[in-house]
């Protein structure tokens, strides 16, 4: 019903992480 919010909700959140992870490995 919700697949291209509930996509684009995950696309978000995977960015979010993969600066965090980056952040974090960069300090």
């Known amino acids: 019903m919700e697949t291209q919010a509930l996509e684009l909700a ?4 995977f960015s ?5 992870l980056r952040a974090t ?3």
């Open 16 to 20: 979010f992480w993969a600066l965090f």
């Open 10 to 13: 995950h696309q978000v959140d």
């Open 25 to 27: 490995l960069t300090v």
